[in-house]
């Protein structure tokens, strides 16, 4: 089983809302990622968590907020979001040796900021 | 700062040829290049994962090659078909990190295959 799920597939909040995305694999994967992408654009990285620790914060704004409660679970809170952070969000995991398994992504979440 | 790079942007070809997108990266100490496929709106699908040390990697009717000494990939698609029509994204693997991979993608490039 290859399959990273996300939920929910669309989510619409106001920026005074709290909300939280979900992400969960069973592929035994101990790296776990989240990315943003705009339209029309490649993703870029916005998080890494390895062995349920966070490893890579790519300077994203403190209104977002990962967390990893378990090896297969990964979270993103949000909270006083801008317009301009509606976008596509992107899971992935992957294997952790040094550098460099396969990633698997996710479907997304197609969030948009009122 | 590794930088990848695409071309062309957007390709669009009739059913049944063959085709080659291109990729280039500035930065070749890479531990692995992969390529994906993005259809609207979806997530990303991995299509090939080459790592530093291999010089291509086959599925099916597409075939992908790396030249890390120069920076370039190529994937080939071999008798397109109206269903391959997606965008096509390359990303490469850089050195340094010690848990997890980074990152980085091209633009892609905008694949219609016509009936």
């Known amino acids: 089983d290859t399959e990273v799920t996300q939920t929910p597939k669309h989510l619409v909040m106001g920026m005074t809302n709290k909300k939280s995305l979900k992400c969960e694999q069973h592929m035994g994967h101990r790296a776990m990622y989240w990315y943003k992408q705009k339209a029309k654009k490649p993703p870029e990285l916005m998080f890494v968590?390895?062995?349920?620790?966070?490893?890579i914060n790519e300077s994203v704004p403190s209104r977002f907020s990962p967390e990893c409660p378990n090896s297969s679970l990964l979270n993103l809170h949000l909270h006083a979001l801008q317009p301009e952070d509606s976008a596509l969000y992107l899971c992935?995991?992957?294997?952790?040796?040094?550098?460099?398994?396969?990633?698997?992504f996710g479907p997304g979440t197609r969030l948009t900021v009122t | 700062k590794q930088e990848v790079t695409q071309i062309p942007a957007a390709l669009s070809v009739p059913e049944g040829e063959n085709l080659v997108l291109n990729c280039s990266f500035t930065d070749s100490a890479i531990y692995n290049l992969q390529w994906f496929r993005q259809d609207p709106g979806k997530g990303l699908t991995s299509l090939l994962l080459i790592q530093s040390s291999q010089r291509e990697q086959t599925s099916g009717r597409l075939n992908a090659s790396l030249d890390k000494s120069s920076g370039r990939s190529t994937l080939y698609i071999a008798a397109s078909q109206p269903g391959d029509s997606a965008t096509y994204l390359c990303a490469v693997s850089t050195e340094g990190e010690t848990s997890g991979s980074r990152l980085t993608f091209g633009e892609g490039t905008q694949l219609t295959v016509n009936p």
């Open positions: 992935a995991s992957s294997q952790v040796r040094g550098l460099g398994y396969e990633q698997y």
């Open positions: 968590y390895s062995y349920e620790k966070l490893s």
